[in-house]
């Protein structure tokens, strides 16, 4: 990385480029593709029986299996960023240290900071322009099969998946600097996120009948219950075909905020002090 016209933006674009030429984004393009043609498939093939699958007798208007679709393509969508996010933003610091690469960039005439942020905006976007596809096919998809799309919801769970993954991306930066061994860093955050999180909120489901929306993996749940708000509890399940309130909304979006300034905070710090020997 060339130090002239050092700064932000240079770090950004440095890094992206890395990004977009990696055999991770490759891998995570082709399994989006895969997962993408897998729900063509289904939306096409099965979206005709949702009548005989669903447990009633009474027609199913055009507008709940539109909802129902929508809900479907998104349920799949918020455990996508996941992958993506750790793929690209795990290595983001322990690589350097493991690799020793830091030798050569602590050196460098660039703030920790100014790189830390660089390389962060760098997987975000990476593993939205990742994403696009998917997104895009929804879009398409339900507008072949409906003649339209439920634009404002549409628009808010895409506004929410933008969200989730910068959310996504600070933890696991906050995950990679704790770390100086890149395995280490995706096996903690896989596990944090999808065994430690959701033990968590069954442990508080079973004992307290409480829903822990403080949890990252709850908040991102709002980028499919915007078409149909479907809320687990211990002796029933709440659903509306409303879908979330503005409220909820609020406060997974408040949550995922907070994840994501809290962990680049800690990151900064940590990144700051931490030492190549």
Known sequence: MNAKGSGLYVVYSYYLKNYYRSKSFYLIMIL???????????????????????????????????????????????????????????????SEIENRTAFHIFTIPIGRSTLLLGKYLAAVSATIISLLIYIASEAAITE????????????????????????????????????????????????????????????????????????????????????????????NTHVSLVGASTSSIVQAMAVMVIYTVVSLIISLIIFERKEVK
Request: no cysteine.
């Open 144 to 235: 072949y099969l409906f003649g339209n799309i439920l634009l404002p919801q549409f628009l808010i769970s895409v506004g929410m998946i933008v969200i989730f993954v910068s959310a996504m991306s600070a933890f696991t930066f906050l995950i990679s600097s704790l770390f100086n061994k890149n395995l280490y860093s995706y096996i903690t955050t896989f596990v944090l996120y999808f065994v430690v999180f959701s033990s968590l909120n069954l442990i508080l489901l079973l004992l307290y009948n409480y829903n822990a929306f403080f949890l990252l993996s709850n908040s991102a749940s709002i980028i499919e219950r915007i078409f149909i708000n479907i809320s687990p509890g211990v002796f």
């Open 32 to 94: 989006i593709v895969l997962i993408t043609a897998l729900m063509i498939y289904l939306s096409i093939h099965y979206l005709p029986k949702i009548q005989d699958i669903l447990p009633t007798t009474s027609p199913i208007p055009s507008s709940l299996s539109e909802k129902i679709m929508l809900y479907l393509w998104a349920y799949v969508m918020s455990d996508i960023p996941v992958f993506a996010a750790v793929f690209f933003s795990s290595p983001a610091i322990s």
